[in-house]
């Protein structure tokens, strides 16, 4: 008898612990705030500075994670169903939900296209037309804030002013940030800025603040990479005599590693400049687990690497 009360008792708690979790992953609650569940923690992130009192927000990939590989999980799809609205990078960035955010055209919006595409990067041998990875551009990130900030202020139109002076307040930090960057950068020396990393997600930091950027698996770590890719850079790094190359949160370390040991196997040498938020922020709370907070993080490691 006493057991049976023991077992009950255990499997109320053990459901109530449950539905807990439930509530919390998956856009569950009594709350009757807009409800938003967003890709990337980028977008995340721009949803929590500019509207973050007037909706709900959920994040689907969280640090470490790899964007281009990511699979929606259960969880994932009851939020996604949940959702009033969808917020995804898109330029086929996520690349293994694209299919099932196809499927909802109405509550989705893909923040990253609404950036004019004669900015952008073509990449026709990716499985989108365009390099998906705009947040290494300041300047570019400054316009999707801003479409993301329309979008909120049409999704909780009694809040929109305060949405949109929010959105105002955040572009002038994102303005004072890329200046920032400008004058960090400038301490490199000229030869010096070339940065090495992973995959090829650089190539708007490239193109904005003047580095030639390479990385050893293309522009989706779905893309593989070759005996052939790993000597090649080895030998760009030994000629250009590269000092410092890069991890990435979100990757193994073993492709950066192999460049590393390629280099030493032929007597040059190269520093680990340390790891770089590349396609996920740090953990959420975090300094890094902010937009600007993650670029002054890979700003300095950069800076402090190379110059
Ligand atoms: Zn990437």
Redesign the pocket.
Known sequence: MKKNIYLSLLAAIFLTASLFLTACGSGESDDDRPYVVATTMMLEDIVNQVASEFVRVDGLMGPGVDP?VYRATPGDFRALERADLILYNGHYLEARLSEILATMPERTFAAAEQIDTALLIEAFEFGGNYDP?VWFDVTLWIQVVEAVGNRLQDLVPDHAEEIASNTVAYVQELESLDEWVRERLNQVPEERRVLITA?D?FSYFGQAYGFEVMGLQG???QSEYGLQDVSRMVRFIIENEIPAIFLETSIAPRSVQSLMNGVRERGGHVELGGELF??AMGARGSEEGTYTGMVRFNINTIAGALE
């Open positions: 281009h990875h995959h997600a522009l989706s770590t590349s396609d």
